[in-house]
């Protein structure tokens, strides 16, 4: 810990609205190279530590000046000598402004200076994403081309920090241009293409969003999913800016959207500055020889793993240009921590989602969300814990009693089991015993190994999947199906961009990239405009139909609290066949609380099925009047119902 001077004649001056600096110069692009975070605010729980980087800058004393309540507690030299660690105390006293770091050289005359705002922060109450909301992930480079002028921008010149401050951003040289053509290229879509079509999506039925990350990610190759990131406090440009980000965010806002950022604490992109030059050499996972990580989460629950397992699951990178961050720096984590709480202020966001949550050091992720979730108690956040095993899965969320007393403090897990139930059984025209329906009733009869039932979120594809679509063998029906269980099955459905209109995947490539297709009426010069319903019809096929049997579930699930909040009761569905009793492929369930109920009934079997209504006497005894959700037509549910193969039934009574 560095000695911290501060004169009492500083300190007079402080008290009386801070001394006169403007004989001190300017720090230059060397002598500060960056600050992080950006700036902060008054009134948070999340204590500030400052990252800067400079060169030989732990030769210098640091102090903050520019009003009361706000100083330096503590410098911290890092092992690189142009790195320090400046904490700072920003007390109840400290009011918003533009505020002055000073250095001074300890065995020197040099001092230099360096602006850095605090901000008063908004009080508002927050409200995150719940079972209520229906979240669309969006891949921004493959949504819609808002701003052409973005995509050949690989000027190096540094614009203001889009948080306000005077200090330049360096922007690096891009690499990657737009290419359309190539699936693995970036194509040109940006914040302003998203901001153009809220309408479509608040109209859809739309009321969260996710989108895939927009941080900078300056690889020269694959560089559009987001997913390597190369400076943590900037949108890529070819996006947009930290700026227009937060606009995104409030136009968002004004249609009843809320917004998820999609963060990654695991890994960065080999392409990021602090890959030549980190504070401690421990910032990252460094191995002798290239070590992929295994992939084998169960090393932290098994009794039996073997410490090398464990290590490799949690130190090997997870591809060769995405290197593994070492939490376990007590540094690296303060630095992830206090890196999503800027964005939830900065930008006003409603909610996180984590990427490849399980191969980062698990105890550093807890306190990571437990840092997080004291700062914004009423922020939900949802783990990517890619796991299609029920307990295995369920030992990631938030309470869930562990035998080693792990807690992961991670509100909401992501639903990978119910995922592969529904689109196995979907598949499934011939079934027996097990297969069809029978996996999705299967998962759901597992819930009892959740903590919390509400707060997973249930998907039939994401990003990482092939299209939903090309699975199903591009058949409406079954594209029906999956969207009618999304809309009514307990959790918090997620929808990927284009699926309620049964997007296909690009033919001729089978690569990641030609899966996520460009969103038809993106980009000028498009010959299919599917944002409108004009352009649906005009190109024909089932696009204007699944689009809108989508619409009509999404709308009516907005309103319907028994679907957010209510309890399930489901019945399992059998046949005889010979001397064999087998699934017959249909699935029914209530969902139901003391004042409303819908009963939903699917038929994935090739053939037409009665409701086998006289079944479910122990919650409905005799007929029912209910009102079909889908036509509006009011029916009658009883035994002589009957429903078309590869159809779905929703009636609310």
């Known amino acids: 810990m560095k000695k911290l001077l501060i004169p009492l004649t500083v300190a007079l001056l402080a008290a009386c609205g801070g001394p006169d600096l403007s004989e001190i110069p300017a ?8 600050v992080e975070p950006l700036s902060w605010w008054t009134g948070m729980e999340t204590p500030l530590q400052l990252m800067i980087q400079g ?8 102090r903050i000046e520019g009003g009361r309540g706000v100083r330096v507690t503590k410098i911290t030299d890092a092992e690189n000598p142009d790195f320090i660690f400046v904490d700072v105390r920003i007390g109840e006293l400290a009011k918003p402004g533009v505020y002055t770091l000073v250095f001074k050289e300890e065995n020197g005359p040099k001092t230099f200076r360096y602006p850095y705002i605090i901000r008063g922060r908004d009080k508002v109450s927050k409200k995150s994403f719940t079972t209520g909301d229906l979240i669309y992930l969006i891949m921004p480079d493959r949504f819609a081309n808002g701003d052409p002028t973005n995509d050949e921008s690989y000027s190096t010149t540094a614009p203001a920090y889009d948080d306000g401050s ?8 891009l690499l990657e241009k737009c290419d359309r053509e190539a699936p693995l290229a970036r194509h040109g879509g940006d914040l302003q293409g998203i901001i153009d079509h809220l309408d479509y999506l608040e109209d859809l039925g739309v009321t ?3 989108s895939t990350p927009m941080l900078l990610d300056n690889q020269d190759f694959e560089s559009y999913h987001g997913y390597a990131c190369e400076d943590y406090y900037h949108i890529d440009p070819r996006f947009g800016d930290n700026a227009l980000y937060r606009t995104f965010v409030e136009k968002a806002h004004e249609k009843g959207i809320k917004v998820i950022m999609d963060i990654v604490t695991n890994h960065c992109g080999t392409g990021h500055w602090w890959m030549t030059e980190a504070p401690f050499h421990d910032w990252y996972h460094h191995h002798d020889d290239y070590m992929q990580m295994n992939a084998q989460f169960s090393v932290y629950m098994d009794p039996h793993a073997s410490k090398t397992d464990r290590e490799r699951q949690e130190s090997g990178w997870f591809v060769p240009m995405m290197p593994d961050m070492n939490l376990d720096n007590p540094y690296t984590l303060r630095y992830f921590q206090q890196w999503a709480v800027w964005w939830v202020e900065y930008a006003g966001l409603d909610g996180l989602r984590v990427d490849t949550y399980p191969y980062n050091e698990p105890e550093p992720m807890s ?9 914004y108690p009423w922020i939900n956040i949802v783990g990517e814990c890619w796991d299609t095993s029920i307990p295995q899965l369920a030992y990631w969320q938030d309470d869930n009693p562990n035998k080693d007393g792990f807690d992961s403090n991670l509100p909401a897990i992501m639903d990978f089991p119910l995922r592969d139930a529904m689109i196995a059984a979907l598949c499934e025209d011939q079934v027996w015993w097990n297969e069809g329906m029978t996996r999705v009733y299967n998962v759901i009869a597992q819930d009892f190994a959740y903590e919390d039932i509400d707060n997973m979120l249930i998907f039939f594809a994401n990003h990482d999947h092939p299209r939903t679509a090309d699975i199903l063998r591009a058949d409406p029906a079954r594209m029906k199906l999956a969207i009618g269980l999304l809309a009514t099955l307990r959790g918090i459905p997620q929808l990927y961009y284009g699926d309620e209109m049964g997007f296909l995947e690009r033919p001729g490539f089978g690569n990641d990239g030609s899966k996520r297709i460009d969103f038809p009426g993106g980009w000028e010069g498009d010959q299919k405009d599917l944002f409108t319903a004009e352009g649906r019809a005009e190109a024909g096929g089932s696009f204007a ?3 809108d049997f989508t619409k009509t579930l999404l709308r009516w699930r907005k309103g319907k609290d028994v679907i957010h909040h209510g309890k399930t009761l489901h019945f399992l569905s059998r046949e005889n066949v010979g001397r064999h009793n087998i699934t017959d492929n249909t699935y029914g369930y209530f969902r139901y609380d003391d004042s409303d109920t819908v009963y939903v009934f ?13 079944r479910y006497a122990e919650f409905r005894p005799g007929e029912a009047r209910a009102r079909d959700v889908i036509t509006g037509e009011e029916i009658t549910l009883s035994d002589s119902v009957r429903l078309a193969p590869k159809s779905i ?4 009574f």
Request: charge should be negative; aromatic fraction near 8%.
């Open 649 to 652: 039934l929703v009636a609310e």
């Open 545 to 547: 139909e699944l689009h």
């Open 27 to 34: 720090a230059t692009a060397d002598e500060v190279v960056r």
């Open 166 to 173: 005077a200090v330049a951003w360096r922007i690096p040289e």
């Open 367 to 375: 306190r990571w969300c437990a840092a997080v979730r004291k700062e």
């Open 602 to 614: 699917v038929n994935n079997s090739l053939d037409e099925k009665p409701l086998p209504w006289h």
């Open 208 to 210: 969260a969003i996710w």
């Open 55 to 62: 060169k030989d800058i732990t030769s210098y004393d640091v």
